[in-house]
T-cell receptor, first 115, second 117 residues
Framework: AQSVAQPEDQVNVAEGNPLTVKCTYS??????LFWYVQYPNRGLQFLLK??????LVKGSYGFEAEFNKSQTSFHLKKPSALVSDSALYFC?????????????FGSGTRLLVRP | DTGVSQNPRHKITKRGQNVTFRCDPI?????LYWYRQTLGQGPEFLTY????????KSRLLSDRFSAERPKGSFSTLEIQRTEQGDSAMYLC???????????????FGQGTRLTVV
């Protein structure tokens, strides 16, 4: 069965500092991996995805994520956090053999960036 | 705006009533998904359409739930005889495929928040 774990309910970081939001996954075969962000009373917004190729993926708003196959991880990173990055972040996985293309989401990590 | 549109945004209903939600996907997207999100959790897959065909349903989708996508355009999700446990955010998403046949990322609507009292 496919699953995603986001071990931290909340991550606190000061503005200007680097941030990391952790994600590990379990899936048969090679995964497709995604990060989405959710602001209050809004739907999910796509940030970035890993399909194949370079393990370091760059996405929207200066975010990037590193795919690590041996550790089955896909941590989200940003070199310098902004207060406006404060939101709920979801990691998601899809198995390459899943013909429905449905996403399996983690439980989310709340990022709080303090001024 | 050509994003995914969901209506209504909020719905309060009494237990036992029926409710119906609508989703209008991005126009060129042939794949449509319904997810449910409860407080403190990530979205959970409910069902998937490719064009007008409903190809997969989650075990979460009890027989009180039914979804349709007539003509492969908009979709509706109906919940009959609502229960308090149905209170959640219902999210719709759509996707397509690129020229290489790869599925694009899913684009989500803002959701319909259902409260059953």
């Amino acid at each position: 069965a496919q699953s995603v774990a986001q071990p931290e309910d909340q991550v606190n970081v000061a503005e200007g500092n680097p941030l990391t939001v952790k994600c590990t996954y379990s899936v048969s075969g090679n995964p497709y991996l995604f990060w989405y962000v959710q602001y209050p009373n809004r739907g999910l917004q796509f940030l970035l995805k890993y399909i194949t190729g370079d393990n370091l993926v760059k996405g929207s708003y200066g975010f990037e994520a590193e795919f690590n196959k041996s550790q089955t991880s896909f941590h989200l990173k940003k070199p310098s956090a902004l207060v406006s990055d404060s939101a709920l972040y979801f990691c998601a996985v899809r198995g390459r053999m899943d013909s429905s293309y449905k996403l399996i989401f983690g439980s989310g990590t709340r990022l709080l960036v303090r001024p | 705006d050509t994003g995914v549109s969901q209506n209504p945004r909020h719905k309060i209903t009494k237990r036992g009533q029926n409710v119906t939600f609508r989703c209008d996907p991005i126009s060129e997207h042939n794949r449509l998904y319904w997810y449910r999100q409860t407080l403190g959790q990530g979205p959970e897959f409910l069902t998937y359409f490719q064009n007008e065909a409903q190809l997969e349903k989650s075990r979460l989708l009890s027989d009180r739930f039914s979804a349709e996508r007539p003509k492969g355009s908009f979709s509706t999700l109906e919940i009959q005889r609502t229960e308090q446990g149905d209170s959640a955010m219902y999210l719709c998403a759509s996707s397509s495929h690129d020229w290489g046949g790869m599925n694009t990322e899913a684009f989500f609507g803002q959701g319909t928040r259902l409260t059953v009292v």
